[in-house]
């Protein structure tokens, strides 16, 4: 089982709020949270699907994470440019599966943590919509998709 995970929106706010406590304002005051789900879910694997991968140094994107989920992080989705139209409409969705198809993984079950719904299909099934960070709600969701879908497949990729 693999989770696509994007940074800005669900591992901490897009943007600071003045409505939040300064602590929740700050990088990956949501990780925390996440990684406490994740350690549930040791044969879970991670590829970062965020925009980090494209502008910000590698160590800077893995260095955030405690050391025993660095270990899970098996790549990032690719990059793909949209030069010219037509453009594509669900881009972090086809960015998906064109990693799970480049790395032979076509079958895995995966999830996608995400604060942004234009870049998935409509209802997609494999989004956790994560509209103002991963709270309660979405951890209660990832829990129980992960535990569904963890329990079809054997606790494997």
Known sequence: MIIFLDFD???HPFFPRKDLPAEEN????YLPRLEGVLRDFPALKIVIA???RINRPWENVINAFSLDITA???GTTPVLIQKEPPYRRHLRYEEILNFLNNNNLSAAQWIALDDDPELYPAN?????????????AEEKSLREVL???M????GSL
């Open 151 to 154: 329990q079809s497949i054997g």
């Open 9 to 11: 929106g669900v591992l």
């Open 26 to 29: 700050q990088l990956f005051s």
């Open 72 to 74: 899970r992080i098996i």
């Open 50 to 52: 965020s925009s980090w």
């Open 147 to 149: 535990s569904m879908r």
């Open 124 to 136: 997609c099934q494999y989004l956790i919509l994560c509209a103002d960070g991963f709270h309660d």
